[in-house]
């Protein structure tokens, strides 16, 4: 089955050629409920404090693949630097540099201890206490109220890094089983438990 068979499905089960053609926008089937919404996302983030890059403190010494990165007040300074080209690039031209990724993982090594895997190696970014971990960075101008996450990775923990329109970060760690399963090729929210203080 190809990826974009469930057009045709779409189409069979009866969907308007407006539905379909904004199903191709996004790239997947209304019924696969794809996505970490933004209400649910907030909920997680709430009570959180936003930081500042130059006011970050590294949690732990850490080191990702093949002993990288060599120093981490380096890595701090790197994030600093990143973060003030970013925003002297903003001022300067009213668009966003698109680093917010690089930014995000970054963040989740300082912050969470993030030890990365090397460059483009599917299914996660990396471990945080021997935990795979899959990094979502929301920037500030996403537009849509969504996060998408593919079912195919073998991450275990999902860590949402939010970075503002002031470059402020705030994440969280979640753990993949907070994730519904369900059908399709995305992870759904599982809503928290109201007796769950985490």
Known sequence: ?????FLHEMHDRGYSAEDIADA???????????????????????GQSPEDASSLKCKEQFRSREGFPYSVPKQLEILED?????????????????????????YGEIKFGLRRHGSHQAGSDGTIAGKLVEVKT??????????LVKRQGD?????????????QFTGKLIDRSRLAEGEGKFLR???????DRR
């Not at 089955?1 to 068979?5: C, F, K, N, P, R």
């Not at 990143?82 to 966003?96: E, I, K, P, S």
């Open 155 to 167: 991450f275990e923990q999902l860590l949402i890094v939010r970075i503002d329109k002031e470059f």
């Open 82 to 106: 990143l973060v003030d080209c970013a925003q002297r690039h903003y001022r300067n031209t009213g668009r966003y540099l698109q680093v917010w990724g690089e930014l995000g993982e970054i």
């Open 24 to 46: 191709a926008a996004v790239g997947y089937a209304p019924w696969d409920e794809p996505y970490l919404s933004k209400e649910w996302i907030d909920a997680e983030l709430e």
């Open 1 to 5: 089955m190809s990826d974009w068979d």
């Open 189 to 195: 929210v599982r809503l928290r438990d109201p007796d």
């Open 138 to 147: 929301i920037s500030p101008e996403k537009s849509n109220d969504h996060v």
